[in-house]
């Protein structure tokens, strides 16, 4: 599928049509239908999360969050590919990646409240933090790629960017050694179309992203991000590829951010109401649930009783991070090196003095 | 013991670690084949393989990149920048990742390294092969930076830096690559990061320096010796963390302070030597502190950069002032 989706035909993957029809059934997934209903609703949670979190916003209860409506589909389909052992290095706009990984809503919550500690992911193995200065986690994975040849385990890196951060360096460099190297990267372009305000041909003149691959000396293929078969049936055959010690993989899931970059943006000063609503069309949930339905493999009333619980679930969840308020002085410090120097245990019992006199001047 | 340059001991300290450590990996440009542009990991690739010691496409950000990657998952690089001029590209890794995946991830992933990268000026080269800029990484919180003087001392710290949890910037002043000689051990030891020495004990004047002003500094002290002036010489080895202790204590018994430095002054570590001083020693100090630097210009090409390097007498010109004031 690989070599047939050649980077170089820029020819776009894939299965479904918005309608929800199977266009390609020679390149369906290998998933049970339990296993779709069950992606549905992993990816009906991240969007229910990711609308919520966004109202939360507004009621100023927690500070800028990246919403991730309209891209759900490309982390619904690493979600049903990922392996335990297997490693994610986030961007930050894979909600439903990191809640496959296993990285808790309450976590999640927690580092858009302003806490480190939301970076722990403590169940989630070999995830790291979620990646702000952009592209430059890229290299992080092609480095773990390394480590995991030389120590000869049977693990492949998942890692994401968008559009815009095809543009940096780093990602030209991360690519380039991960081919050079021959390791188990899967890197995944999430080209939503816009970087913050710059739409995609500002970005770039090439014919698309996963044309680059070729380049660089790996495959490369292009599929449409809204479509969770497609997607899925990519990482399958990515996930094959990378794991046979063929080397790394780029995909470029072409998709398109229906919200706001974050909750501090105003996408209506850089786009138009009719190209969202050409994108509305075809939303990679509404697309999903059609083909459901169509297969008998979900209702209306079974998506309202569902969401209806996934909503208090959430609001919970929530509560629960809005209740962790603590932020010891002593935790600004003791992160900061493995030994630490004495000059910083000295800072820090200076400002105490400083917090003693404060406290006795009330 | 055998007679060792500051190429050699590098080189020793780290075959050393990777005949001890399978975990430790050595790359970057030209490091393998060639054994590197001043051959420091000479033979080592041939004795350890092209696995554990490699060359890397041209490209700093991807070489300190893929460390970070590699120690989070295990792994312990040794990593060169050809030189210290070459390594901004790599500066968005070492200040954003490097320094921060520990406090990031709440101590759940350290990103322990050894970013090695020949620095200062005095050997006539190109362009951007001549900056000391030890002030940039010492300023970073997270990382931290050491400047060997001598062959020995390159070994044991060495062996300390690859041993640490932390990621460590670590320094090579190129000039004094094959310049000194000295007897060093064979064997692994290790000299504790944090720890300055002191070289001389003085009682008039204490003088703080490292790397390869240091050997500028003994030069000045032999005529100080001849005008009757004792100087105390301070090795501080390791920039961050700063030894304060033996600096305080040294000030406290001379009274006055010289730094010298090879980089730029301003908002240098003679500026954080001098506060050092005023805020602990103040009422022990009978001269103001003063710093001899680098002016705060880019190191002028060969012909002109008898100007800029800082010569014995200069260091002397500044010592006689303090001691006079």
Same mark, same amino acid.
């Given at each position: 599928m690989l070599e047939e989706f050649d980077s170089f035909k820029t020819e776009m993957f894939q299965v479904m049509d918005p309608a929800g029809n199977i266009t390609k059934p020679e390149h369906f997934p290998k998933l049970k239908d339990k296993d779709i209903v069950g992606a549905y609703k992993k990816m009906l949670f991240a969007r229910t999360a990711d609308l919520m979190v966004v109202s939360y916003q507004r009621q100023g209860r927690i500070y800028t969050y990246p919403?991730?409506?309209?891209?759900?589909?490309?982390?619904?389909?690493?979600?049903?590919?990922?392996?335990?052992?297997?490693?994610?290095?986030?961007?930050?706009?894979?909600?439903?990646?990191?809640?496959?990984?296993?990285?808790?809503?309450?976590?999640?919550?927690?580092?858009?409240?302003?806490?480190?500690?939301?970076?722990?992911?403590?169940?989630?193995?070999?995830?790291?933090?979620?990646?702000?200065?952009?592209?430059?986690?890229?290299?992080?994975?092609?480095?773990?790629?390394?480590?995991?040849?030389?120590?000869?385990?049977?693990?492949?890196?998942?890692?994401?960017?968008?559009?815009?951060?095809? +543009?940096?360096?780093?990602?030209?460099?991360?690519?380039?050694?991960?081919?050079?190297?021959?390791?188990?990267?899967?890197?995944?372009?999430?080209?939503?179309?816009?970087?913050?305000?710059?739409?995609?041909?500002?970005?770039?003149?090439?014919?698309?992203?996963?044309?680059?691959?070729?380049?660089? !000396?790996?495959?490369?293929?292009?599929?449409?991000?809204?479509?969770?078969?497609?997607?899925?049936?990519?990482? &399958?055959?990515?996930?094959?590829?990378? !794991? +046979? !010690?063929?080397?790394?993989?780029?995909? &470029?899931?072409?998709?398109?951010?229906?919200?706001?970059?974050?909750?501090?943006?105003?996408?209506?000063?850089?786009?138009?109401?009719?190209?969202?609503?050409?994108?509305?069309?075809?939303?990679?949930?509404?697309?999903?649930?059609? *083909?459901?339905?169509?297969?008998?493999?979900?209702?209306?009333?079974?998506?309202?009783?569902?969401?209806?619980? *996934?909503?208090?679930?959430?609001?919970?969840?929530?509560?629960?991070?809005?209740?962790?308020?603590? *932020?010891?002085?002593?935790?600004?410090?003791?992160?900061?090196?493995?030994?630490?120097?004495?000059?910083?245990?000295?800072?820090?019992?200076?400002?105490?003095?400083?917090?003693?006199?404060?406290?006795?001047?009330? | 013991m055998k007679i060792m340059n500051m190429v050699n001991a590098i080189n020793q300290a780290i075959d050393l670690k990777l005949e001890e450590d399978p975990d430790i990996v050595v790359f970057g440009e030209d490091v393998g084949v060639e054994g590197g542009v001043f051959r420091v990991t000479e033979n080592l690739q041939k004795k350890h393989g092209a696995r554990r010691v490699f060359d890397t496409p041209l490209a700093e950000s991807a070489i300190v990149g893929s460390a970070v990657g590699m120690a989070v998952a295990g792994l312990k690089p040794v990593i060169e920048m050809q030189f210290s001029g070459f390594v901004y590209p790599a500066m968005n890794q070492i200040i954003s990742h490097v320094a921060r995946i520990r406090n990031r991830s709440r101590g759940r992933y350290g990103a322990p390294m050894v970013i090695r990268m020949p620095y200062g000026g005095g050997i006539n080269a190109l362009e951007h092969h001549s900056e000391s800029m030890e002030a940039l990484f010492a300023h970073t919180p997270g990382l931290k930076v050491v400047i060997p003087s001598t062959p020995g001392d390159a070994k044991g710290l060495l062996i300390s830096a690859i041993e640490s949890e932390d990621p460590i910037i670590f320094m090579e002043p190129k000039r004094l690559y094959r310049a000194i000689k000295q007897e060093v051990s064979e064997d692994k030891y290790s000299i504790p990061i944090g720890q300055a020495k002191v070289l001389s004990h003085g009682s008039d004047l204490t003088v703080v320096a490292y790397g390869a002003l240091i050997r500028e500094v003994q030069r000045a002290m032999v005529k100080a010796k001849d005008m009757g002036i004792s100087v105390e010489l301070i090795d501080l080895r390791t920039i961050y963390p700063i030894d304060k202790t033996t600096v305080i204590e040294s000030i406290k018994k001379t009274g006055r302070l010289v730094v010298v430095t090879e980089g730029p002054g301003s908002f240098g570590v003679g500026a954080e030597l001098i506060t050092i001083a005023n805020e602990e020693a103040f009422l022990h100090l009978e001269a103001p502190p003063k710093r001899v630097s680098g002016f705060d210009t880019i190191v002028p090409l060969p012909k002109g950069e008898h100007h800029y390097i800082i010569s014995p007498d200069k260091i002397l010109f500044e010592i006689e002032k303090t001691v006079k004031y």
């Open positions: 919403p991730n409506q309209g891209q759900e589909a490309i982390s619904g389909a690493v979600a049903q590919i990922i392996r335990k052992d297997d490693w994610l290095v986030p961007a930050f706009r894979e909600l439903g990646a990191w809640l496959a990984k296993g990285a808790s809503l309450k976590e999640i919550f927690m580092y858009f409240m302003g806490f480190e500690e939301g970076s722990l992911f403590k169940n989630a193995r070999n995830m790291l933090p979620m990646n702000v200065p952009i592209a430059s986690q890229l290299q992080h994975a092609t480095g773990i790629g390394y480590a995991i040849n030389y120590k000869e385990k049977d693990e492949i890196v998942y890692t994401f960017v968008g559009d815009g951060g095809t +543009s940096q360096g780093d990602f030209h460099e991360a690519l380039n050694f991960a081919a050079v190297w021959k390791v188990p990267v899967i890197f995944i372009v999430q080209n939503n179309q816009f970087a913050i305000s710059v739409p995609f041909k500002t970005q770039t003149a090439s014919d698309g992203i996963a044309i680059k691959a070729l380049a660089y !000396g790996m495959p490369g293929i292009q599929v449409d991000g809204n479509d969770f078969l497609a997607m899925t049936k990519t990482f &399958e055959e990515a996930s094959e590829h990378a !794991g +046979s !010690g063929k080397g790394p993989v780029l995909i &470029e899931a072409v998709t398109y951010r229906m919200g706001a970059h974050t909750t501090s943006d105003d996408p209506s000063k850089y786009r138009t109401k009719e190209e969202e609503d050409e994108w509305a069309a075809k939303d990679p949930l509404v697309r999903l649930k059609k *083909y459901l339905m169509t297969q008998k493999l979900w209702t209306d009333k079974e998506e309202e009783t569902i969401t209806g619980q *996934y909503k208090k679930e959430i609001d919970r969840i929530f509560i629960e991070a809005e209740k962790h308020t603590d *932020y010891p002085l002593e935790d600004v410090f003791k992160y900061q090196y493995a030994d630490l120097p004495d000059d910083l245990l000295l800072q820090k019992a200076e400002h105490e003095k400083f917090l003693n006199w404060k406290a006795s001047r009330k | -």
